[in-house]
Every structure is written in C-alpha cells, then in structure tokens.
C-alpha cells in the first residue's frame, strides 16, 4: 500500500477524455482512442512499484515554450483499466502516448530527492515503450524517452528548445534541435540542447534520411532501436554534415556513446531498468533487462558503463553543491507509442542492497551463487539467509515486507510447536528469538511466506547503528532424491513505502545420499605402556562403489578430545584404514576412540569406538590442597601445608619392570586476583634442600621402583612431615587475601 500519492487522475473512458490537471484535452479520432488504449493496456501489467510522492517529484514547466506547447506526462493510476477492473493503486507515469506530444518529470531536490555525487546512488525502475504492434498495424512507433542527469540550477524547465519552440521527435526532449536550416554551427544545435546534463536514451527509431530534424542516429553503429548516452550541451556530441547535393541544406548527427543496438523496445513487456552512480570512479553503470517481471535476476541483461563523468560536465561542482537532478523525458512526432514509467526506488532517499546466501548445517558451511561448492546431500539441514543492509539515504527504509519463495525439493519445517519457520535477527544487539517466522505466514495459494520486518533500517544522525542490517534466516531440510537433482534459484521480494528490490537464492544441487560404512578390525586394544596402538579398518559404500581414498576424511577423538584430521593413505588399497595413535596421546588406563569418515560430498559413516587399554601403566592421582592460614608472614618463613596432601602414584606395569618412575612439579605461583604474591612454591628434601617450583624447568618430586606384583600405590605426600616436602616460602610482606595458582604434575618413566 503506498501514501501520499499524486493528486488521483481520473480517466473518462466513454467520452475519450483525460483531465490532467484541470486542462481537458479532447481525444478525437480511432487512432488517438486505440492509443491511450494501448496505454491503458500497458499500464494494466505495471509492476510492483512506488508511484509518486507530490513532494518529491516536479512535473516540467513548459510555460516558456509558447501557448501550444502542454506537458503530456501525467501520473496514471491501474484501476483506470478500460474493463472497469479493479486493481491495487500501481502507479505509473505516463510521458508520451500519441503523436506530437513532449513530457518531462523531474526529481525535486529541495525536497531531498537527488542524486548525490559523493555515495553512491541507484535508480531501479520499470520502462514501458508499447505493444509489438500497434492496433492500427500501418501505425509507426516513435520516439522514445531519455533518463536524464542535469545541474539543479536549470530547474524543472529544462527541455530542448529553440527560443519558444519546444524540441520534438529526435530529440527526445533532451539533444538538440536541427529543425532550424539557418543553424550553421554545432554549437548552436548544443545551445538548443538541456545544458549540462547527462543523458540515457531509449530510442525506438533510427534517424538516417539525412534532413533536418531526421539525422542525429546516422552513424553505422546504430542500426535500429538502439540505446545509448552522452552530453546534450556539449559541442562534441553533434557533428555538422555537408549537403549531400545541390539545392539541399546542411544536416547534422550525433556522437552517440556505448550504442547498444536493441532488436526492439516495444515488444509489449515491460523492462527492467538499474542506474547505479559510482562515487569512487564517478562512472556511470546502467543495467536494462537486468530482471524479469516475477523479481527473478535475468540471464541476458544489458549492462554497459560509461567513461568517467566529471563534476565539469554539469557546470561546476560548486554550482550543483554535490546534487544533481534527475528526471525523464519524452517527444513524439509523426509516430507513436505509449511511453510509461514506474519506480522502484529514488536514490537520495534509501539506498539499500539485499544479498542471500544459503547455509549446510550439517556440512557447517554457507556458499552464495559466486561458490563453486553448491552442493548439499539429501537430508542436509539448510538455512535460507536474506541479508538486507541500508547503506545511506535521506529517510529510514520502512514498513518492508518480504514475499519469499520456497525453492523446490526442500522441506520447511517447524522449528517447534509453535509453527517457528526461522527469525529475523538485528546488528542492534537485540534477541535474535525477539521476531520469529511463523508457518501461518506462508500463503496458502501462491506457497509464499509473507513476512513483515518489524524494525525499519537507518543509520541515526550521530552515525551509529539503530539497526542498519536485517538478516531473514528460514530453516529447512534437502528432501531425499533418487538421483543429483539441480534446485534453480527462486526471487525474493521486498516491498516498502520507499525501496522495492528484489534477490535470488543461490541455485544449488541436492546431491542423492550414498551410504558410506566404516569396520574396524578392533573394539577393544590392549597395548603396552611404551607403544603406539595401530587401528585398522575398511571404508566401503553400501552400494559397491569404489572409494577414492584421496576423498576420505577420517574424524578422531580421543578421550573426548577432536584429533587433527586425516585422508586415507592414497598409496593403500581402495578404502583402507589404518590409524597410529601414539603412546604420549594414551595418557589413562583405558582410553576411548571414537571414529567416523566423512566422503569429499558431505556423505558421513557411523561413528566406531575402540576402547584402548594400556597394559603395565602409570597413573597419578591429585587432590585439591591448600597451605595454612597466617595471620602475617615475615621475609623468609615457610608456610606449612595444610593437612595431608594425597600425591598417589598407581604403577600398574608388568612384573620385573625394572625402569624407575620419576614425578616433578612446576607452578606459575600464587595470585589474589591480579596481585602475585611474594613468595615461591618451593620443594625442600629430607636434607634440608630446598628447591623453587616456580618456572619452567620441572623439580623432582619423587622416584619410584616397580617392587610388588600387580598394581603398588605410593602415596608420596604421606612421606613428607611438617618440615619437608612442598611448603610456601615468603620473599617479603604480602597483603591480606587468599592466594590461588596452579601445580603441573608430571608422571614419566626411564626406558
């Protein structure tokens, strides 16, 4: 729905009238009514689109251009369809629609609508240049329209013109006029041009009878219906031909720049239109049939770039104050043919880029339509993201709501009982739960989700955030395929008061699933203490294939632990396995290997488990333990431990092992907080040795022999008294507080 609309126009069909503001202008004759008929016909498949707000659009003012001379362009309404059908308030702006007629709309800039050379800035719109062929067949089409760029200082009066005469057909409104056969220079054909500006033509006729007024498109590259750009006020855009003959006048063209010859304008259809301006290499990018009519990107655009467009070219960068003012224009001469209009956005106003992507949460991977990856397996769980970011503009992004399509062999589910589809999240550090996506949302005859965004999208004055960036996360599952099944792309719609845009998803290929297995030869390993276990196995497809072993994944984790990744062995038979987990790794009685492979599509086997046992081991066992509580400690004082300190050492190796067991210590000290305390850990033998803990070196605690059969535990803090073993030692006064800090244990054995 959209607001603030132009003043309504209202079409009297029976009579063949129109009343445009307050002026009747009578429509007599067949082929005056066929043509507002086509118009009406056209306008009647108008797109989605803005219409036009009063306040920010100016009609041109022809009043200078004699008493004859009336503006044919005029905002139209779609339920003036001549079936009396009633539609949506679509508006469109008609510029021309039969013989001998000139329109001009143009932005207003005192209002904010401009286009600002420093950001950049982009125009989307639809064109609509009439039906294949006209109801009267014999009927020619003619002329076309021109986007045009200009300083805001010629102001809404700006069109072609020579003294009081108005410029018609070729000129489009815009290029010069030719129609005076005194003129003897180019630079007067430039003078009766719009004078600094830019201009895009959509020219539906080729020029080439070499007379006045019929000329500007002879050059060899343009061969027809054509589009094309360059500088209207500019003496170098028109070049001054001879007389061909005797008795006949001089004629003049065009330079015309980046001729793109189109096989037709109007075919009945309307076309798409993307002017971007680029503030960083002031060039100008358009895009026509860069999108079809359902919002879906287009296979075959046109898209050309101009050269650089320097601030000179509209007058002075002074003298436009980093605003131009853009608009449309129109003519008609001889020929005929409804030129129509529709926005889709205004450039100062909200300039905002909509992106998906689509991310495998079972592959934990995310890929856009420039990856090379796309590929998903069936079952694959999949988040459809749509990113919407405002990047600048005069007004905040409101009331947007996205109309999206569900591609094809995925399954939406809910998320939970209650029908949750996804969420919309916020860069405003909002809860990402706060907007959910419900089922309901979806409509039951088009299978669309339709869902209103709640915030709207800006940048506050101060330049943060309020949000800026909106994200539609919708989840869903690949369906299981019998066979690789490509899913095309899909259109995302985003319709609000002021920006209408489109995105596709990614296309991408749900891939059919291919069982993988994996056997292991063992379950259960016993190894001895000093020696690496080596687990073997086979990877096989349930379907007989044959495994690429380059394309296997092995998955390994150890006590709970994830092992770096490995491939199998490309120089071994097809789908062996063959692991080596070294001794250093197994550091408890019994160790637990959890194994899973992963092929090069995703595709991922159960996971095993082998338990490994290590025979003859050793282990230690520590409890937590504290030092006394002192009320003040002097340089120098050792502190005592507090209780007994349980330091066990369980040596479980085979009978005879004659190698010793060796446990050492270190310590990063003890600290309140951020304050360290003013003392070391120190470990002070029956000898009366003392040793500090603190640093990297380890100090050697305690050795042991194997003596007893099976498993012999030495406690070895039981051996320590109040006098020796591990004590605190102050280096100087320290401050009330309780001081914590941890001890690295380590258990070896001397081969």
């Known amino acids: 729905m959209r607001k603030n609309f132009f003043k309504i126009l209202f079409l009297i069909v029976s009579l063949g009238l129109a009343i445009r503001g307050g002026e009747i202008v009578v429509q007599a004759g067949t082929s005056q009514q066929d043509a507002m008929q086509e118009a009406r016909d056209g306008l009647a498949m108008a797109p989605d689109n803005l219409g036009l707000n009063e306040t920010q659009f100016s009609y041109g003012d022809f009043s200078g251009f004699g008493s004859s001379a009336r503006n044919s362009a005029i905002l139209q309404n779609s339920s003036m369809h001549s079936t009396g059908t009633s539609y ?7 510029m ?54 200009q300083n805001p200082a010629n102001g809404i009066s700006s069109f072609s013109h020579n003294g009081t005469t ?57 061969t027809g219906q054509h589009i094309a750009y360059g500088y209207p006020g ?20 065009m330079n015309h720049s980046g001729v793109r010859n189109i096989t037709t304008l109007h075919d009945g259809n309307w076309h798409h239109l993307t002017v971007s301006w680029d503030p960083t290499t002031f060039r100008i990018t358009y895009k026509y049939n860069d999108k079809n009519l359902d919002g879906s990107k287009s296979d075959t655009p046109l898209i050309s770039t101009s050269d650089p467009v ?30 129509l209009i529709a926005l889709e956005s205004i450039p100062s106003s909200v300039e905002g880029t909509v992106t998906s992507d689509i991310t495998d949460n079972t592959q934990n991977r995310t890929f856009s339509e420039t990856d090379t990856n796309r590929n998903v397996n069936s079952g694959d769980s999949l988040s459809f993201n749509y990113h919407l970011r405002f990047d600048s503009g005069e007004n905040k992004w409101l009331n947007d709501v996205a109309q999206i399509t569900f591609p094809s062999n995925v399954t939406f589910k809910n998320g939970d009982a209650n029908q949750v589809l996804g969420y919309v999240t916020y860069n405003d550090g909002s809860d990402a739960k706060a907007e959910p996506i419900y089922a309901s949302e979806i409509d039951q005859d088009t299978g669309r989700l339709k869902h209103s965004i709640a915030k709207d999208l800006y940048v506050s004055s101060d330049g943060t955030y ?32 002021n920006l209408i845009t489109d995105t596709d998803t990614p296309d991408f290929t749900i891939k059919k699933a291919k069982a993988i297995g994996l056997t292991l030869d063992q379950s259960n390993l016993t190894v001895d203490n000093s020696h690496d276990a080596n687990i073997t196995g086979t990877v096989s497809y349930v379907d007989g294939s044959t495994v690429n072993n380059s394309d296997i994944t092995v998955h390994e984790n150890l006590n709970g632990k994830d092992l770096a990744t490995s491939k199998l062995d490309s120089s071994a038979a ?63 004082m050792l502190i005592p431990r507090k209780g007994d300190w349980n330091i066990v050492v369980n040596d479980g190796r085979e009978n005879g092992t004659t190698n010793p067991w060796h446990l050492s210590a270190t310590t990063s000290g003890l600290y309140n907080g951020d304050t360290a305390f003013n003392g070391n850990l120190v470990f002070k033998n029956s000898s009366g040795s003392e040793q500090s803990l603190t640093g990297s070196t380890g100090v050697n605690i305690a050795n042991g022999y194997k003596s007893a059969d099976g498993n012999q535990v ?29 001890m690295n244990w380590v258990l070896s054995e001397s081969i």
């Open 88 to 94: 949506d308030p679509l508006m469109a702006i008609r």
């Open 310 to 339: 320097h601030a000179t070219e509209f007058g002075g960068k002074s003298a436009m104050t980093n605003k131009l003012q853009w608009g449309f224009t129109a003519t008609s001469g001889s020929a005929y043919e409804p030129n």
């Open 96 to 149: 021309t629609n039969y013989i001998n007629q000139e329109g001009a709309i143009w932005s207003n800039v005192d209002n904010g609508n401009y286009v600002n050379i420093n950001n950049k800035q982009t125009l989307s719109c639809w064109l609509y240049f009439g039906p294949s062929q006209h109801i009267h067949s014999g009927d020619s089409f003619g002329d076309g329209m021109a986007f045009v760029l």
């Open 166 to 222: 108005i410029g018609t057909g070729e000129t489009l409104g815009v290029w010069g006029m030719d129609t005076d056969k005194s003129i003897d220079s180019i630079q007067k054909i430039a003078d009766t041009a719009i004078q600094d500006s830019w201009a895009l033509e959509f020219d539906t006729n080729a020029n080439k009878s070499k007379v006045s007024n019929d000329d500007f498109d002879d050059e060899s590259d343009i």
């Open 234 to 253: 500019d003496a170098s855009t028109y070049v001054k031909h001879s007389a061909d003959f005797i008795g006949s006048s001089n004629y003049y063209s």
């Open 574 to 636: 097809s789908g062996k396995l063959n692991l080596n987990i070294p001794s250093a790794d197994l550091t408890q009685t019994t160790n637990t290997l959890k194994v899973y492979v992963e092929d090069a599509d995703g595709n991922v086997s159960t996971t095993s488990t082998v338990v490994i046992t290590k025979k003859g081991s050793l282990s230690l066992k520590v409890d937590d333990y504290s030092f006394g509580t002192i009320n003040q400690a002097t340089a120098s």
């Open 466 to 497: 309020r949000p800026s960036e909106a994200t539609i996360t919708v989840n869903g599952v690949a369906n299981d395929v019998t066979s690789t099944t490509k899913v095309d792309s899909v259109s995302a719609h985003f319709d609000s008061d």
């Open 714 to 742: 030495t406690n070895v803090g039981k051996s320590w008294n109040d006098s020796d073993g591990i004590l605190l030692k102050t280096t100087g006064f320290n401050s009330a507080g309780q001081y914590t800090g941890k």
